[in-house]
Every structure is written in C-alpha cells, then in structure tokens.
C-alpha cells in the first residue's frame, strides 16, 4: 500500500519535476491554496521565497490526513493545513476570503466539475489502468469545458 508513503513519493516527483527558479516564476503570478484547518479557512499563497517553499506549499495544499505521511496536518509556516478538497460543501471549497483579493484569473479545482465531483474522493481508491485513463479523460473533457467557457482567457498572452 501507498499509505503513509505516497507524500514522499510526491515530494521527490516535484523536487525532480519543477526547476531550480520556481519559486521565482511563481511569485506573484501563481496562487496555491491551502486550507488551514484551526481557522477554517482558505488561504491562497503567492510568495515564495524557494523551491522548498513551493514544494511545502503544494504539498500543503495536497495533504490528506494520514494518507500521505501518517500525519493529520501538514505544517505550513504556523499553519496546519489539509487539502482543501477533504470538504464536500462546494461554497467552502470554493470560498477564498475577501481579504486576498480577487479571485485568480484562472482557478482550477475539481470542485467546479460536477462530472468528476460526483466521484467524491474515489481517487483515493486502487485503479485499473483504464480507471485511470477514464480520470485524465474526464479532466481533459473538464478543461476543454472550461477553455471554451473562457476560463483561459488569462493565458492567452502566452499560449502557443
């Protein structure tokens, strides 16, 4: 089994995945949300500092309890965050508070898909190669839905 693991196994996917100045390409332009847990809130990060900050962020913003290293939090600075998704009432998974300003120009989340959020936390679950096919099928038709919603519109500028 993966459990207790899978958040190593991550980790060291990203530290050889993303390159040594992320945390410079990210900063200001990228928002990662994590959900803090003793404030019951959502809250995005768009500061970095280093590559281990944007490592530790997205691992936050990914942390299942106990799944991913036996923990029930991952810390975050002086937060204690879980993956925000842990929640099935849309409006707080959805909810990033007035005080960090608008919403992003693009913000991608599972949780607007009712396609894929009918399958609430089924990812979880051991799948068959054509299981996990039928995922990415599932979040390419979602974000071909949300390309022609306009919800790229913001990478215009940069797209090939």
Known sequence: SL???WG??????LEKLLPEDCDEICSSWVKICVFEVFRWRRVPISKFNSKQEVI????????????????????LGNMFCIDGSSFRDEL????????YGPMPDLFITYMKDKTIQDTY????????????????RLGYAYCERERKGGAFAALDSVAL
Do not use: N, Q
């Open 56 to 75: 530790d962020c997205l691992m936050a913003s990914v942390h299942i309890p106990f799944f991913l290293d036996y923990k029930p939090f991952a810390k």
């Open 8 to 13: 190593s196994i991550i980790r060291t996917w």
């Open 92 to 99: 707080l998974a959805l909810d990033i508070p007035e005080e």
């Open 121 to 136: 936390f089924e990812f979880l679950e051991l799948k068959s190669l054509e299981e996990v096919m039928e995922l990415m």
């Open 3 to 5: 459990a207790g693991i």
